[in-house]
């Protein structure tokens, strides 16, 4: 006498499969193990404090940039007086001052566009807080304005 399996024999439709689809782009995939993001939450004041930190110490990362540009100034004005046999320690010094400006302004730059998500948070979550308190016609005259479209 044969027995039961405790399971249903189940058959898989082919015409139910997503052939041309990858597996990671399947809703039912997703369902069972894609992590939900979620999403982080607007703290405007935390924003705030951030950029306010970020505007007082601005001085102290400006400064070093500045010097590398004054020397660069002063190597290129050399270079356009320059000799041949000069010109070869003119042009590897210059090339050792814009490594040294690239690699600050690029931390620098990182640091300001951190700071302009900051700002586009907390204007946003600006226009959230007014919407919810009836001022419609205060959002509405901030979405048309080219500075609130953010696109910047």
Known sequence: MEEKAAYKETFIFPG????????YEKKWWKRLFAKEEKKRKADPL???????????????????????????????KEFTVAKSGILQVNLETQ????????????????????NGLRIKMIANEFLKRAAKAGMADL??????????????
């Open 16 to 23: 139910r499969l997503s052939v041309n689809m990858p597996m």
């Open 46 to 76: 935390k924003d705030i404090d951030a950029i306010q930190e970020f505007l007082a110490e601005i001085g102290a990362d400006t400064k070093p940039l500045l010097k590398d540009l004054q020397r660069l100034e002063e190597l290129e």
């Open 95 to 114: 090339a050792g001052v814009i490594e040294s400006l690239l690699e600050r302004y690029q931390f620098f730059q990182n640091d300001v566009d951190v």
């Open 139 to 152: 959002v509405e005259e901030k979405k048309k304005s080219d500075k609130w479209k953010l696109l910047w």
